[in-house]
């Protein structure tokens, strides 16, 4: 691949990890320079490819803004049988925590190392969106905050691979972010809430402090407190559907009333 071709990639994926909108500014070309790593010659060519296929559009003296919606098409589509797949059976959000494990780990650990002062700002921007959405009742919104906080991270691990694959897993498996926090916040004790809360915020500070080796511990046990606890909620509710399913002649009959004097 021509290193235009390749920044091109690296530009697309970074607007994609953004989630940058049709009629957006990007930043300006010296801050894509040092983000995507390249020279701002590479930068200012890859911007003048992306103008000429109706992607981006530059106004001179005001910056380069997002035309069309950018997409790794390739990646979207390999995801989309996931999304299928998903809601004909809830149960597949098991794989998801498994992937987002895999994937997330890695993120948290290299957040924790090369986190700039705006990716910190970031991500504690989302996490108090979060926090806000959370306490208002707000159970989707929370839900997308709750995603783009885990995104803000990945973000911060600057490796746009590894950004691309979690931006585009989340915005095909946002349910599953959604499904999980309405279980663990209306199906579960108050108890677990606040520890959901306080590891997010555990999370945050250890990118924060910058340690690699807290960030991917508060991950690991993050998920892993997720995924204990849907899975006791899934048993029960499993449970209770199982009992529904009696033959009334097997149903004990219920005791019948007594005299407090008897």
């Known amino acids: 691949m021509r290193l235009a071709d390749h920044v091109v990639e690296k530009l697309l994926a970074l607007v994609q990890a953004r989630g940058l909108q049709p009629g957006q500014r990007l930043p300006a070309e010296r801050q894509l320079a040092e983000e995507l790593g390249v020279s701002r010659t590479s ?3 890859a911007i003048q490819k992306l103008t000429s296929q ?7 003296g005001d910056g380069t803004y997002l035309q069309s919606r950018a997409t ?3 990646l979207q589509e390999g995801m989309q049988p996931l999304a299928g797949l998903i809601d004909a059976d809830p149960h597949y959000r098991y794989d998801v925590l498994e992937a987002r494990q895999a994937l997330e780990s890695s993120a948290a650990w290299l957040a924790a190392q090369r986190a700039t002062a705006q990716d910190k700002a970031r991500i504690q921007h989302c996490f108090e969106v ?3 959405h959370q306490q208002n009742g707000h159970a989707e919104l929370a839900a997308r ?3 783009q906080f885990h995104l ?3 973000e911060a691990s600057h490796n746009l691979v590894l ?5 585009s897993l989340f915005t ?27 590891q997010h915020q555990a999370l945050m500070q250890a990118i924060l402090d910058g340690d690699p080796q807290r960030a991917r511990q508060c991950i690991d046990e993050h998920l892993e407190h997720v995924r204990v606890t849907i899975q006791r909620l899934d048993e029960d509710r499993a449970r209770q559907e199982r009992s529904t399913r009696l033959p009334p002649d097997l149903v004990p009959p219920l005791l019948p009333e007594t005299s407090p004097h008897t």
């Open 43 to 45: 930068v200012r060519e």
């Open 145 to 147: 905050a709750d995603a």
């Open 72 to 74: 790794a098409e390739w």
């Open 163 to 167: 950004v691309q694959v979690t931006h």
């Open 130 to 132: 979060m926090l806000d």
């Open 172 to 198: 095909t498996v946002l349910s599953t972010v959604a499904r999980n926090r309405h279980d663990m916040f209306h199906l579960s004790a108050p108890v677990t809430v606040q520890a959901l809360t306080e």
């Open 54 to 60: 109706g992607v981006l559009s530059a106004r001179r």
């Open 152 to 154: 803000a991270i990945a």
